[in-house]
């Protein structure tokens, strides 16, 4: 079965900062890996996600991230934090079933 | 402009009654999916459809009920007997059943009282 670790439940960093977000994955197969973002009381929109060929990957919002088949991680990053970039942030591994396992979020907090 | 629209934002019932939250989505995407979120979890995925007329269970079904008459609607159903329906819940769609993007909707708060 697959699962997701998001070994960080909370986060803070300070405006302007650098930020890594961790995500673990199980999986016995190449995986299809997600990173989406969710603000207070909305949907989840996509940041960027992981199907093949180059292992850094591009997103919105000047993220990126990078798989590491290795590590079995794919662990979020972005240079500089903006006050907007505060959310919640969940991983997700995807399969050829069509089903989709999420973390349990990592909650981003920005000081000014 | 396309998406996937859920109503009401917020919903209130009485403990012992049935609830039907909406979901409709105008991007002709075939696979449509329902999650619960509880605080300080991930989604946890109540049921999927890949096609109309057909779903599947998730890892949660139980005291749940969906339809999918129609490609762009895929209601669901709180019954009495989910224990503890209080939460958030979130419709989602994809072009295909996999793996692929999923577009998620702005949430039904659920509250039973």
């Known amino acids: 079965a697959q699962s997701v670790t998001q070994p960080d439940i909370h986060i803070t960093v300070s405006e302007g900062a650098s930020l890594e977000l961790r995500c673990n994955y199980s999986?016995?197969?190449?995986?299809?890996l997600f990173w989406y973002v969710q603000s207070p009381g909305q949907g989840l929109q996509l940041l960027l996600k992981?199907?093949?060929?180059?292992?850094l990957v591009q997103g919105i919002k000047g993220f990126e991230a990078e798989f590491k088949r290795s590590q079995s991680s794919f662990n979020l990053r972005k240079p500089s934090v903006h006050w907007s970039d505060a959310a919640e942030y969940f991983c997700a591994v995807n399969t050829n079933a069509g089903k989709s396992t999420f973390g349990d979020g990592t909650t981003l907090t920005v000081k000014p | 402009d396309g998406g996937i629209t859920q109503s009401p934002k917020y919903l209130f019932r009485k403990e012992g009654q049935n609830v039907t939250l909406s979901c409709e989505q105008n991007?002709?995407?075939?696979?449509m999916y329902w999650y619960r979120q509880d605080p300080g979890q991930g989604l946890r995925l109540i049921y999927y459809s890949q096609i109309v007329n057909d779903f599947q269970k998730g890892d949660i079904a139980e005291g749940y009920s969906v339809s999918r008459e129609k490609k762009e609607s895929f209601p669901l159903t709180v019954t009495s007997a989910q224990k503890n329906p209080t939460a958030f819940y979130l419709c989602a769609s994809s072009i295909q059943g996999h793996p692929d993007t999923q577009y998620f909707g702005p949430g039904t708060r659920l509250t039973v009282l």
């Open positions: 992981y199907f093949s060929g180059d292992t």
């Open positions: 991007l002709n995407h075939d696979a």
């Open positions: 999986y016995g197969a190449t995986p299809y």
